[in-house]
């Protein structure tokens, strides 16, 4: 029988991110140099889009 090879993922160093806040139970995190309104902005660019396909 063959093994399975395990998949290790790092999380990332939430100290070297910056929070950016979209309503009251969401956040995102971004790279500190980025514009939080642009990733606001896309991050509900994203998720309005995926509304309008499933229904």
Do not use: C, H, W
């Not at 998949?7 to 969401?26: C, G, H, M, W």
């Not at 500190?32 to 991050?43: F, I, L, R, T």
């Amino acid at each position: 029988m063959s093994e399975k090879k395990q998949n290790n993922f790092e999380s990332p160093n939430i100290s070297k991110l910056q929070a950016v806040v979209i309503d009251y139970r969401t956040t995102i995190y971004i790279a500190m140099g980025a514009d939080p309104k642009e990733a606001k902005k896309k991050y509900l660019d994203r998720t309005n889009n995926k509304a309008i396909v499933l229904s």
